[in-house]
């Protein structure tokens, strides 16, 4: 059995490694079963949202499998090692990462590539490579995520940051009682899947612009991204709604 699971809960599909015993590492079957589920996700028209956690309270996620990765001594991992969302797989759709504990390395990777993040009290960031002689080129982002010298300080040190101090930063959208985050999470992304799907489409794209664009060519872009939104029947329906005092029937087109 693959130990990572896939359920969908009024149209948020929740991605859970399921590996608690090990801190939810990213083995080679844990690794395997997120790409499944990822993909699984970008074609189940019942899912609108995707989140990922881990089970267990102690562990969002460990990072890579240090004991599989000395048994096979790995060196560089190839470009498919594990999901990179926006790197090595596409997902359009927004993806929140409900952390429900520690997420370190490979952890903090699946976390830093969620469009959002949300964190138990108690949970823990860090980018750790620095201390057992890794590598963490998929944090290239970090920079754009928070100010030059805060990642310098989590990437060279390599200490855990508090959710707290994650939220303080940016990295964090909220942080709630551990109790509570799968509650909150849920909500959260419900409130995203009853929107219109193509605006919030188009929503996820226009934000991610300033990370590859200048100014002025990220307005061209984004013009060319909504441009179908306010042809669609959508966009229609959203004024219609409102004037006839309902809640808008989404169609997606």
């Not at 991605?15 to 790409?35: H, K």
């Not at 990072?63 to 096979?72: F, I, P, Q, R, S």
Request: aromatic fraction near 8%.
């Amino acid at each position: 059995m693959t130990p990572v699971r896939y359920e969908v809960t009024n149209g948020v599909a929740w991605l859970t490694i399921d590996r608690p015993e090990a801190r939810n590492a990213l083995s080679e079957a844990v690794r395997t079963g997120l790409f499944d589920g990822v993909r699984r996700f970008n074609t189940d028209d019942e899912a609108k949202v995707l989140v990922f956690t881990g089970a267990g309270d102690k562990a969002f996620c460990a990072g890579g499998d240090l004991k599989e990765m000395n048994e096979t001594a790995l060196t560089v991992p190839p470009p498919d090692f594990l999901p990179q969302l926006g790197r090595n797989i596409d997902v359009g759709k927004p993806t929140i990462a409900a952390v429900n504990g520690i997420a370190y390395g490979g952890g903090f990777l699946l976390a830093q590539q969620c469009d959002l993040v949300v964190a138990a009290e108690h949970a823990r960031f860090a980018v750790s490579e620095v201390k057992i002689g890794r590598g963490s080129p998929w944090a290239a982002p970090l920079s754009w995520l928070v100010p030059p010298r805060v990642a310098l300080e989590i990437l060279l040190t390599g200490d855990p940051i508090s959710a707290a101090r994650a939220q303080q930063y940016g990295l964090v959208n909220d942080v709630v009682p551990a109790a509570e985050l799968r509650e909150r999470t849920q909500r959260l992304a419900e409130r995203i899947a009853a929107n219109a799907p193509l605006s919030v489409l188009a929503a996820k794209r226009t934000a991610y612009l300033s990370a590859s664009y200048d100014r002025a060519e990220a307005y061209d872009r984004a013009e060319e991204i909504w441009e179908p939104v306010y042809l669609s029947k959508d966009a229609q329906e959203g004024p219609l709604a409102f004037r006839e005092k309902r809640a808008p029937v989404w169609q997606g087109r």
